[in-house]
């Protein structure tokens, strides 16, 4: 599709089809292409959980205010941010060597940059956790629409009872959930409200 096509038709669906399921490989390639958002150092310091079994849509529906739609698409991702992921276990640091031919003071002036920018409180690594996985969930929903997939993000969670109930490390932050799956044609979409313009959310200085 054409970037605009990809802007204007994403909708934040509703109602998904209970009958039309999503293959391995349809998610698959959806998160292949959505993980080209960019990152800071490209620490990439996300992961996604994929919730698809009813066990698993069970508990997240209870975690996320009984919303109908976790039960309906057939694959929820809890987006999942790392407030550590600038520390030596990332690998990418290691692909970042070989990509700067093996010249370590670069490395090592990248990782003091960025333990410096997002390591020196709670405050700067949620942030660092948050505004990186929040690229990765937008991206997650274009991609998405690309292969002709509907989605729909939520906030309205029990972000610590998500936390306990699905096993993440006291380093990880729950940023959001995307519903992925196909629009219940029989239900109504509400048209699309009004986006407020440059006009309105620029300020020049």
């Known amino acids: 599709m054409e970037t605009r096509k990809l802007f204007t038709e994403r909708r934040s669906v509703n109602n998904f089809d209970k009958t039309k ?7 698959k390639e959806i998160v292949d292409l959505a993980v080209m ?3 800071a150092f ?5 992961r996604l959980v994929m919730v698809q079994t009813d066990e698993g849509r069970n508990k997240l529906y209870e975690l996320a205010n009984n919303q109908e739609k976790i039960l309906q698409a057939p694959v929820t991702f809890i987006v999942v941010g790392n407030k550590e992921g600038y ?3 990332n690998p990418v640091w290691e692909e ?5 031919g093996g010249r370590e003071e670069i490395v090592e002036g990248a990782k003091q940059a960025a333990q410096f920018l997002y390591g ?3 405050e700067r690594k949620l942030k660092f956790a948050e505004s990186n996985a929040g690229l990765l969930a ?10 002709g997939v509907d989605s729909h993000p939520m906030s309205g969670l029990d972000f610590d009872g998500v936390h306990k109930a699905f096993g993440l490390k006291d380093s990880e932050e729950v940023v959001m959930a995307i519903a992925l ?3 219940d044609e029989s239900k109504d979409l509400y048209p699309r409200r009004p986006r407020r313009s440059y006009d309105d959310i620029v300020t020049v200085f």
């Open 42 to 46: 490209n620490l990439q310091p996300w």
């Open 87 to 89: 520390n030596n276990e």
């Open 138 to 147: 937008m991206s997650l929903m274009i991609a998405a629409k690309e292969f």
């Open 21 to 27: 399921s999503l293959s391995q490989e349809q998610v």
């Open 96 to 100: 970042m060597l070989q990509s700067v």
């Open 181 to 183: 799956g196909y629009a």
């Open 37 to 39: 958002a960019p990152s």
């Open 120 to 122: 020196t409180s709670e």
